[in-house]
T-cell receptor, first 119, second 117 residues
Framework: SAVISQKPSRDICQRGTSLTIQCQVD?????MFWYRQQPGQSLTLIAT?????????ESGFVIDKFPISRPNLTFSTLTVSNMSPEDSSIYLC????????????????FGQGTRLTVV | AQTVTQSQPEMSVQEAETVTLSCTYD???????LFWYKQPPSRQMILVIR??????QNATENRFSVNFQKAAKSFSLKISDSQLGDAAMYFC??????????????FGTGTRLQVTL
């Protein structure tokens, strides 16, 4: 399993500012995933963060708006830049830990989410 | 690209009764995983049950079971003896069996389950 600590749990921000969300995992993982959940909607993948390389962004998401850092195998940050009210969402990080000596683990673990409100 | 569809935005069940949540998906892959996640108001995503596509036997976890129909690309969740704590948003999700960036989850739009007394 994996325990993920995500901070902050919530924030209210002024439009035009930026917010950095942190995700700390209690074990080393190759990839970390960042999702967005707009109000009342499902989770949409923003990007996949590999340690030591640039993040891979999904269609509709760009690095200038959502820069990601992945300095080591247990930590990642997502920044929401130049925010507008449309960025008000829950942001979640997720990992799929590998199990040594067996096949790939299938379960994804999630942080508690960051509820962002832009005013 | 894979898609996941949940056609029931909301469902309601009485306590102790049984309810079935529907999920269909579309993929050209032969090997994949399917999941049901529960999201209570706390926002924490909780894995309810998983199914490997290569297994014909339907997965079961206590009161939760699935009806996996690979040919029909259908993956429904049955909750038996419903409890008040089952009230939450339920998401069906797909994941490719390949590694790499394909490890991402593709989610359905969710079904909000209400449990009444």
């Amino acid at each position: 399993s994996a325990v993920i600590s995500q901070k902050p749990s919530r924030d209210i921000c002024q439009r035009g500012t930026s917010l950095t969300i942190q995700c700390q995992v209690d074990s080393q993982v190759t990839m970390m995933f960042w999702y967005r959940q707009q109000p009342g909607q499902s989770l949409t993948l923003i990007a996949t963060a590999n340690q030591g390389s640039e993040a891979t962004y999904e269609s509709g998401f760009v690095i200038d708006k959502f820069p990601i850092s992945r300095p080591n195998l247990t930590f990642s940050t997502l920044t929401v830049s130049n925010m507008s009210p449309e960025d008000s969402s829950i942001y979640l990080c997720s990992v799929v830990p590998q199990i040594q000596g067996s096949g790939p683990n299938t379960e994804a673990f999630f942080g508690q989410g960051t509820r962002l409100t832009v005013v | 690209a894979q898609t996941v569809t949940q056609s029931q935005p909301e469902m309601s069940v009485q306590e102790a009764e049984t309810v079935t949540l529907s999920c269909t998906y579309d993929t050209s892959e032969s090997d994949y995983y399917l999941f049901w996640y529960k999201q209570p108001p706390s926002r924490q995503m909780i894995l309810v049950i998983r199914q490997e596509a290569y297994k014909q036997q339907n997965a079961t976890e206590n009161r939760f079971s699935v009806n996996f129909q690979k040919a029909a690309k259908s993956f429904s969740l049955k909750i038996s003896d419903s409890q008040l704590g089952d009230a939450a948003m339920y998401f069906c999700a797909y994941r490719s069996a390949f590694t790499g960036t394909a490890s991402k989850l593709t989610f359905g739009t969710g079904t909000r389950l209400q449990v009444t007394l």
